[in-house]
């Protein structure tokens, strides 16, 4: 599996399995066993997916099955709103490894920026003492637009090593990739597939039949060659394995460039500017 590397020397596979929106229960344990037994690395999952003790038995079974150690795994979760504020982080946090049955994370991730800027940058002083103390590998970021991470490297002092976007063909944010890749943070794509609907654009469609590739492989490649960790979700075995089967072909520049052409600025999740979580 190819890695991207942080600034701060970790690294972390370029693929990971995403498990938004599945049940806590058989699937999502399945599902993530599935993964790891065929070469999935890392898991993103979330507190507010509520999925995490699934996730926790599927990688256990994982491992097991794989014949591989915790230590070879990329583990992810995120910190939800309602937990933002001192004296809330670390609490949430073993939350999340008590469900996951883990005894660290190896990235975790304040879930989005919120709309009060002071309490973000208490939260993430409160991320920062996680990760002095060592109780976990990696901090970062989700959903935080070049304003945001304008504001928080001015105001602390761990950068975040990842920032987990809306990320597809029709939302490629360029702007924040720039500025992300003149800081040396990793830019991380989530809804890569736009939840299946790319998959029947046109053009995927097209370069999928040049490739001999499927429209969700093209889409993921495309991810791989721009640089970005990208966590495409399935629950079904063979478009798990299908997904990470990325690396024995390439896009051509034109093809790329295709796709780049396909942005329309188009988001399918909340605007980060002013989603509170309802809180
Ligand atoms: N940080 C955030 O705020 C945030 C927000 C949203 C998502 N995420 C993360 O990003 C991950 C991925 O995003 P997502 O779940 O929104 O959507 P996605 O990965 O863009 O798309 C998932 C959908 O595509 C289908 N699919 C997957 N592989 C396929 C294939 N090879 N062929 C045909 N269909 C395929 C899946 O169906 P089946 O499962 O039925 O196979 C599912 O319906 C999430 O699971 C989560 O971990 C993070």
Redesign the pocket.
């Known amino acids: 599996m190819r890695e991207v590397e942080f600034h701060n020397g970790n690294t972390m596979p370029q693929i990971g399995l ?4 599945v049940e806590d229960g058989e699937d999502c344990k399945n599902a993530v066993k599935h993964a790891i037994v065929n070469g999935y690395r890392s898991i ?1 999952t979330a507190m507010i997916y509520k999925n995490e003790k699934s996730v926790g038995e599927g990688i256990k079974a994982g491992i097991k099955e794989a014949g591989i150690d915790r230590s070879d795994l990329f583990v992810t979760s ?1 910190l939800w709103l309602d937990d933002y504020g001192p004296g809330n982080v670390e609490k949430a946090y073993d939350t999340s490894l008590e469900n996951l049955q883990l005894d660290y994370l190896d990235l975790y991730l304040m ?1 989005w920026p919120g709309t009060d800027e002071d309490l973000m940058i208490e939260t993430w002083h409160e991320m920062e003492r996680l990760y002095n103390n060592n109780r976990v590998k990696n901090i970062g970021v ?2 935080f637009m070049v304003s945001h991470m304008e504001t928080l490297l001015q105001r602390t002092d761990v950068k975040p090593v990842i920032n ?1 976007v809306e990320y597809h063909p029709y939302l490629v944010q360029n702007d924040l990739k720039l500025y992300l890749d003149s800081r040396k943070i990793v830019m991380e794509s ?7 609907k790319i ?1 029947d654009d046109e053009t995927i469609k097209e370069i999928a039949e040049e490739t001999g590739k ?1 429209p ?1 492989q093209v889409v993921i490649r495309w991810n791989i060659e721009n640089g970005l960790v990208t ?6 075995p063979e ?1 798990i394995e ?2 990470i089967d990325v690396f024995g072909f390439s896009l051509s520049k034109t093809q790329i460039s295709r796709i780049n052409q396909l942005n329309k600025d188009e988001r399918n ?1 909340p605007d980060p500017a002013t989603f509170t979580g309802n809180r």
């Open positions: 995403g498990v938004f929106r993103d995120k879930h989700s959903n987990q989530w809804s890569p597939l736009v939840n299946a998959l499927s969700a966590i495409p979700k399935s629950v079904t478009r299908e997904n999740g």
